[in-house]
C-alpha cells in the first residue's frame, strides 16, 4: 500500500467509532422524574416538532430536547406540580380534540435601569414580544406536570404552536382540573 492509500484508511477507520457518538444534550432532571407516568408521557412523544425542531438525546431520565442541540427546546417530566395560580394560563386543543392546559411564563431579563422588570409604556404584567425572552410552559391540572423551556431564538423564528404536536404525549397522564 502506498503511503497516500493509507492515510485515506486510517481517517476512515478512526472516523467510522465517532460517527455513532452524537452528543446529548444537558437538561437537569427533574424532582419527579421516576414517576412511571413520565415514562408513559416520554415514550410518546414526537422525533420532530416541525421543521428543524428534531428530537436528540438527553443526558437526564423523563427529558427530551429538540432542535439546535446548543439551544434547545427541551422538555422535562416531573417538575413541581403548580397549585391554584393567576399565572397566565391557556389551552392548546389539537384537531383531534385532546386539550393540554398550559401555565405560560416569560423568562425575560428586565433591561437595565427597570427594577420592577416593566418598560417604558407598559405595564409589570405586560409578557415580552416575542423572541426577545424565552418562555417556559407548564403542565396544569395534571401530575406528574411537565415544562417546555423554548428559548428566545426559536419563539424569534417560529411561533410556539408546536406544543399540541406534545399534546398526545401529555394526554397519557389524566387532567384533575384545568384553566378557568
Known amino acids: 500500500m502506498t503511503r497516500r492509500a493509507v492515510l485515506p484508511l486510517v481517517l476512515l477507520v ?4 465517532l460517527a455513532g ?5 444537558g437538561v437537569p432532571v427533574a424532582q419527579d422524574a421516576a414517576n412511571p407516568d413520565c415514562a408513559r408521557i416520554v415514550l410518546q412523544l414526537p422525533e420532530s416538532l416541525g421543521d428543524g425542531l428534531d428530537q436528540h438525546r438527553t443526558t437526564s431520565q423523563a427529558t427530551s430536547a ?17 397549585g391554584p395560580t393567576t399565572e397566565q394560563c391557556v389551552t392548546v386543543e389539537t384537531a383531534a380534540g385532546t386539550a393540554i392546559d398550559w401555565l405560560v ?11 420592577d422588570g416593566a418598560t417604558e409604556g407598559s405595564t409589570p404584567d405586560a409578557l415580552p414580544s416575542p423572541g ?3 418562555w417556559t410552559f407548564v403542565t396544569y391540572g395534571r401530575a406528574p406536570a411537565v415544562e417546555v423551556h423554548v428559548p428566545a431564538s426559536v419563539v424569534a423564528e417560529r411561533s410556539t404552536s408546536f406544543l399540541d404536536a406534545l399534546s398526545p404525549a401529555i394526554a397519557q397522564v389524566e387532567a384533575t382540573r384545568s384553566c378557568l
Open 105 to 115: 411564563r416569560a423568562d425575560a431579563e428586565p433591561p437595565d435601569g427597570a427594577a
Open 132 to 134: 426577545t425572552s424565552d
Open 14 to 17: 478512526t472516523a467510522a467509532p
Open 21 to 25: 457518538c452524537a452528543s446529548s444534550v
Open 66 to 82: 429538540w432542535g439546535d442541540p446548543t439551544d434547545p427546546v427541551t422538555l422535562r417530566c416531573g417538575v413541581e406540580v403548580p
